[in-house]
């Protein structure tokens, strides 16, 4: 009986505990969410870039700080750092994560091999890019494949987006090249590794030439730039 009224206890400090954390003390210089314990929560399946990360900060604190954050910390995932992952934080007046998007002020970006893009934010973050609105308006965040050529090498291990036209894809062995010009040992190529094939589901490799695409990722110097690309939150057919 003893026993079995412990555990009961255990369940409801527990419980307590996942919900008691969830007001906003603070958001970090690098958009984290500071809980009251000092708790971190971050932004998960987005990427805020350094060059608006100021002005989306700001955003997210006048959204977020002295008020509760409506989550379950218990079935929210965790970071190697051990900083729990949301995707979803929903407000009075609408969705924090949509409303950033439609504002320019973060990009659908899952470091996840497998990811299944929500249509809607794609829809969202659409609307945003054709607008220029936030990030999309600025131009140091963008790259067509030629200028990249004469300035990649200062960008490499930097988050950029590319946009051109695609010259050729072909699978090489296990990997996956798509080639932005005739010379693949000096032009800007996209690696896709086969195992990530099935995350591109919606795009066909063999008719992808001649198309515009959207490109985002972190720069590579191996034969010219070079960026991998896991799932299809990181390529878009314009």
Known sequence: MFLNFAVFVLIIISYNNSYASSL??????DAKIVLNDDTLVEFDNIYIPFEIREHSVEYIKN????????????????TPYNNYLVDHIQLE?????????KNGLALIYSTKNQYN??????LIERDARKERLGLWSNDKLFFNEQDLLNEYKKYVNSFI??????HNAKLVKNTMY???GNDWRTDFTV?????NLKN????????????????????????GPMMEIYNASHLDIL
């Open 63 to 78: 959204a977020l700080v002295e008020r509760s954050l409506n989550i379950n910390l218990d079935a929210a995932k965790r």
């Open 93 to 101: 007046n609408g969705e924090l994560i949509s409303s950033m998007l």
């Open 200 to 223: 591109f589901k919606s795009i066909n490799f063999d008719k992808i030439a001649g198309n515009e695409v959207l490109v985002r990722g972190w720069i590579e110097d191996y034969n």
């Open 161 to 166: 987006l590319v946009k051109g036209g695609v």
């Open 117 to 122: 893009i929500d249509n809607k934010d794609k």
């Open 191 to 195: 690696k896709i590794q086969k195992k």
């Open 24 to 29: 906003v003390k603070d958001v970090s210089e």
């Open 178 to 180: 798509i080639n932005f």
